[in-house]
């Protein structure tokens, strides 16, 4: 592209998103506008399977100037869609919008004002959350459950709205791993985060891209890709168990030494629940090593973390 490098970039993945397009460029590119500020919006597709593709297409031909496309070859997940985004922005600084207008567009100033304000990581919380109980409830616990395993300190982590300082786009862009979690990725680097609150709003059209199957993924990956304290909490929690376990057996030696066998065999069923809870305590233990096992397995095949078919931007200008 010609010109100098833009001052914004906006990234945005997206999915099967075709009935909320349409308002989206309606509502972001005249926030932009209002910045008096340069930018450039960069949609990633991600396989999408309706006519997302072609409606970006559209877009571009329509504000070719400030707006790039990149089209994955097939659906590689939000996150990978994020880091195709950060390695082809070109802004001082650098915000992830979802497309479902969920994170008012509007709010935008405020980002790039802590941004000015000399913070390299911006966060954002959602008030009056518009979702369905149950995920604001896991939310809740798997943001309690993170604080206490990590030292990222993420008040919403579902929230990608989010800000980013060039440093730390350069310095995500150097890590090569396959599956991470952006915006904690992002904090690890950070030397200057804050959060604030922003406006949060029913969806446009469509419906959540995320199954109960692939947010409980996610945030395993989340919790696996920064701490080894599972492992370690799990370990220590073996240990106390086995430990248990060898008292409560050493009791039954001794109380059949000192008082003979009981013929009523009274203690059968505790035997059975304490076998049981062995059982299920190991089964736990293997997935979570699983987890570990399989983060190992996903980087030493090395596969491209996603392709990019085809880059729908303006060709740079000929040399005068």
């Known amino acids: ?14 999915y099967n998103e075709e009935a909320s397009l349409a308002a989206l460029y309606a509502r972001l590119y005249p926030a932009l506008d209002a910045l ?8 990633v597709n991600d396989g999408s399977r309706d006519r997302s593709a072609s409606l970006l297409r559209e877009q571009f031909e329509r504000r070719p100037e ?5 089209l ?14 950060f390695a082809y922005a070109r802004g001082r600084y650098v915000i992830t919008l979802d497309a479902d207008l969920q994170n008012p567009p509007e709010e935008l100033p405020r980002l790039v004002a802590e941004l000015d304000a000399g913070h390299d990581y911006v966060g954002t919380i959602r008030r009056q959350r518009q979702d369905v109980a149950w995920r604001r409830w896991a939310s809740r616990f798997i943001n ?20 980013y300082g060039r440093p730390i786009v350069d310095a995500i862009n150097l890590c090569s791993e396959n599956n991470t979690f952006v915006p904690a990725l992002a904090y690890t680097f950070a030397s200057s985060p804050t959060e604030i609150d922003v406006r949060h709003e029913d969806r ?18 989340l919790m696996t890709g920064f701490s080894t304290v599972p492992m370690q909490l799990f370990s220590a929690f073996g240990f106390a168990v086995s430990a248990l376990s060898l008292l409560f057996g050493a009791s039954l030696v001794v109380r059949r030494l000192v008082y003979g066998p009981n013929p009523a065999e009274q203690g059968l069923f505790t035997l059975f629940a304490i076998a049981f809870l062995l059982i299920g305590v190991t089964l736990f233990g293997l997935g979570l090593l699983g987890e570990y096992v399989g983060r190992i397995y996903e980087e ?7 392709i ?7 060709p740079p200008a000929p040399p005068p």
Do not use: W
């Open 1 to 14: 592209m010609s010109g100098a490098a833009p001052e914004i970039t906006v990234v945005i993945p997206v």
């Open 36 to 43: 008096a500020r340069s930018y450039e919006v960069i949609f």
């Open 66 to 70: 400030v707006t790039r496309v990149i």
């Open 72 to 85: 994955f070859a097939a659906n590689f997940g939000q996150h990978r869609a994020i880091l195709a985004g």
């Open 144 to 163: 309690m459950l993170r604080e206490r395993t990590t030292r990222i300190r993420i008040t919403d982590h579902g929230c990608m709205f989010r800000g």
């Open 204 to 221: 446009s059209a469509g419906e959540s891209k995320y199954s109960m199957y692939q947010l409980i993924k996610l945030n395993f990956d």
């Open 300 to 306: 030493v095949r090395r596969r491209p973390r996603y």
């Open 308 to 314: 990019v078919g085809a880059v729908l931007e303006r």
